[in-house]
């Protein structure tokens, strides 16, 4: 079986947001002659778990100004009408987890847009995905300022492989789902129902809430997620297994599917899925399934975020 992991990414990426402590609105002090921006994390992905601590350093200013921002007073006073101050952000802890930037993957620019890879500064190989969403003004205004400085994360978690084998497909066939526990959604059942001209295999998918669905129609919701804004696809794999974000986005990036109001599975109205989620439209493999077994099943939400399994057709070999 193969190792699979969810990711969520920038496309990862924003279901709701986080915010380290309570935020304040920007402001402007005639007097001193700065102004102040507010800083805002968010998090990315399905379940939203907010940074408990972050450091940030506030370089290159043209006055010479720096400074060192942290949770505890989240923000940035700067000079009015300085210039090329940029906010940097250096580490955050998750959920105990300490996470600085990695050498193999930094921010370029730290203009908005930009991205970089975090990692456990313990060595576990746990990783987050960090972009800059608003960076402080390139010139700074004599008013207050129109937005704060926001960094966003996502995560990618490992998890459990799913074994669906013997006659959940077809008699000749055995099928394994390596998923992956992470929040919202799992595949609670899934079937091979046809073959096209092309022997491209059929599939069906029933996608099962991790807690119970609230609502009956496209609009429910599933940990607050509403079903309306998730979309799918199944592809040949051709990722030896495992998605990078990157890889996610572009998958959805066209020819995806959403879900309408009669596929919907209200709670405990399947003895199958009793917390309800919804089933697939039929999806199609890739041709010549015996040649080409191996697919990938993404479930994508609100553009940003992204869980994947492994769906994979052990091929007929006559004995």
């Known amino acids: 079986m193969r190792n699979t992991i969810a990711s969520l990414s920038f496309a990862t990426l924003i279901l709701g947001s986080a915010s380290c402590s309570k935020k304040s609105s920007p402001v402007s002090d005639p007097q001193s002659g700065t102004v102040s921006y507010n800083v805002n994390m968010s998090q990315i992905k399905f379940g939203l778990l907010g940074a408990s601590a972050f450091t940030m350093t506030v370089e290159g200013c043209a006055s010479g100004y720096s400074s060192q921002v942290t949770e505890t007073s989240p923000s940035i006073v700067v000079y009015k009408f300085d210039e090329n101050c940029l906010a940097k952000l250096t580490g955050l802890t998750i959920d105990t987890v300490s996470y600085v930037p990695s050498a193999n993957d930094p921010f370029d620019t730290y203009i908005a847009g930009d991205k970089a890879t975090f990692e456990d500064a313990n060595g576990s190989g746990s990783k987050i995905y960090v972009q800059v969403l608003n960076q402080l003004d390139s010139k700074i205004p004599s ?118 109001i009669g596929e919907v599975i209200a709670a405990g109205s399947d003895a199958e899925m009793p917390f309800g989620g919804f089933e697939s439209k039929l999806m199609f493999g890739p041709d010549k399934l015996h040649e080409n077994p191996n697919m990938i099943m993404v479930l994508e939400t609100q553009g940003t975020s992204y869980k994947y399994w492994n769906v994979d057709v052990t091929p007929i070999f006559q004995q």
Do not use: R, W
Not at 206 to 226: H, I, N, R, Y
């Open 143 to 260: 008013t207050t300022p129109s937005h704060g400085v926001d960094y966003a994360f996502s995560t990618i978690e490992a998890g459990p492989d799913q074994d669906c084998t013997g006659d959940c497909i077809q008699n000749d066939y055995s099928v394994s789902v390596n998923g992956v526990e992470a929040p919202a959604f799992d595949i609670s059942k899934f079937a091979y129902v046809d073959m096209t001209a092309n022997g491209a295999g059929v599939f069906s998918f029933k996608f099962q809430c991790s807690e119970a669905l609230v609502g009956t129609d496209s609009s429910a919701t599933c940990k607050g997620v509403p079903l309306s804004a998730l979309k799918y696809k199944l592809v040949a794999d051709t990722f030896n297994g495992t998605l990078a974000i990157q890889d996610a986005a572009e998958i959805m990036s066209s020819s995806t599917q959403s879900i309408d």
